[in-house]
Nanobody, 117 residues
Framework: QVQLVESGGGLVQPGGSLRLACVAS????????VNWYRQAPGNERELVAT???????NYADSVKDRFTVSRDYLKRTTYLQMNMLKPEDTATYYC???????????WGQGTQVTVSS
């Protein structure tokens, strides 16, 4: 079993920044991707960013040039740096770990991000 814990959410004004963290523990595989998703009330869950198996990163068009995903392998932590936040970024953010060589995946409990003046 893999456990994921997100942290770093909070209330910020438009234009502000937050850094989310996703810490993995338990039986963490050697090769995996981490996705960041978000979901706002009434909206579909949206894939925001991915740190791939090969170490590349992908971003949704809505957050490109504002968000950055990175990983600290030693700490088993994946970060989502969010800059120039907008009210439409308000959502619960979840990390998702996808092992390369097994079909199951893992989810954290989510962390709330609210962007409001």
């Amino acid at each position: 079993q893999v456990q994921l814990v997100e942290s770093g959410g909070g209330l910020v004004q438009p234009g502000g920044s937050l850094r989310l963290a996703c810490v993995a523990s338990g039986r963490v595989p050697n090769n995996y991707a981490v996705n960041w998703y978000r979901q706002a009330p009434g909206n579909e869950r949206e894939l925001v960013a991915t740190y791939t198996y090969t170490g590349t990163t992908n971003y949704a068009d809505s957050v490109k040039d504002r968000f950055t995903v990175s990983r600290d392998y030693l700490k088993r932590t994946t970060y989502l740096q969010m800059n120039m936040l907008k009210p439409e970024d308000t959502a619960t953010y979840y990390c998702n770990l996808q092992p390369r060589w097994s079909p199951e995946d893992y989810w954290g409990q989510g962390t709330q991000v609210t962007v409001s003046s």
